[in-house]
T-cell receptor, first 111, second 112 residues
Framework: EDQVTQSPEALRLQEGESSSLNCSYT??????LFWYRQDPGKGPEFLFT???AGEEKEKERLKATLTKKESFLHITAPKPEDSATYLC????????????FGAGTQVVVTP | DAGVIQSPRHEVTEMGQEVTLRCKPI?????LFWYRQTMMRGLELLIY????????DSGMPEDRFSAKMPNASFSTLKIQPSEPRDSAVYFC??????????FGDGTRLSIL
């Protein structure tokens, strides 16, 4: 069965203090790994898709990387507006459409 | 561009009542998903459709839950009868092929 584990559960950062979130996954075959951001009262907002080990994607202060067993979301010089819950999800070759989500990392960035 | 549209945004009803949640996916998307989110269990997939056909409903909690997709632009999730433990935020999402899912803003359901 596909499994996704995110760590840490929560992260408190000072503005400008860079950090990384981890997403470890177990799938029979990876069809894609997805990062989302979720703000309170909103649905998850798509950030990145990664398909193969070694791939990297960047958007503003966020950078996602992928290995064969885990993905990292690096937040560089975060700002208070980066405060959100960050979710990781995987799609496996066994279950064409299904996205399996991790529990998320709640990030709070203080001024 | 219009995203995934869900209605209602909030629903408060009494135990035993029928609840119907509605979803309009992004035009052109061929996959539609229903997820439920709670503090305890996170985001759980309930059911998903491909080209209006249910593919996997193994996440549907029990027979009180049913979902339909009569056409490419509309889906419903129905709970009958509702129970307090069904209280959660229900999300609809859609995707094109095996690309990323795009989510609506959810329906916050409270069963008293």
């Amino acid at each position: 069965e596909d499994q996704v584990t995110q760590s840490p559960e929560a992260l408190r950062l000072q503005e400008g203090e860079s950090s990384s979130l981890n997403c470890s996954y177990t799938v029979s075959g990876l069809r894609g790994l997805f990062w989302y951001r979720q703000d309170p009262g909103k649905g998850p907002e798509f950030l990145f898709t990664l398909y193969s080990a070694g791939e990297e994607k960047e958007k503003e202060r966020l950078k996602a990387t992928l290995t064969k067993k885990e993905s990292f979301l690096h937040i560089t010089a975060p700002k208070p507006e980066d405060s959100a819950t960050y979710l990781c999800a995987v799609r496996s070759t066994d279950s064409w459409g299904k996205l399996q989500f991790g529990a998320g990392t709640q990030v709070v960035v203080t001024p | 561009d219009a995203g995934v549209i869900q209605s209602p945004r909030h629903e408060v009803t009494e135990m035993g009542q029928e609840v119907t949640l509605r979803c309009k996916p992004i035009s052109g998307h061929d996959y539609l998903f229903w997820y439920r989110q709670t503090m305890m269990r996170g985001l759980e997939l309930l059911i998903y459709f491909n080209n209006n056909v249910p593919i996997d409903d193994s996440g549907m909690p029990e027979d009180r839950f049913s979902a339909k997709m009569p056409n490419a632009s509309f889906s419903t999730l129905k709970i009958q009868p509702s129970e307090p433990r069904d209280s959660a935020v229900y999300f609809c999402a859609s995707s094109a092929g095996t690309g990323p899912c795009f989510f609506g803003d959810g329906t916050r359901l409270s069963i008293l």
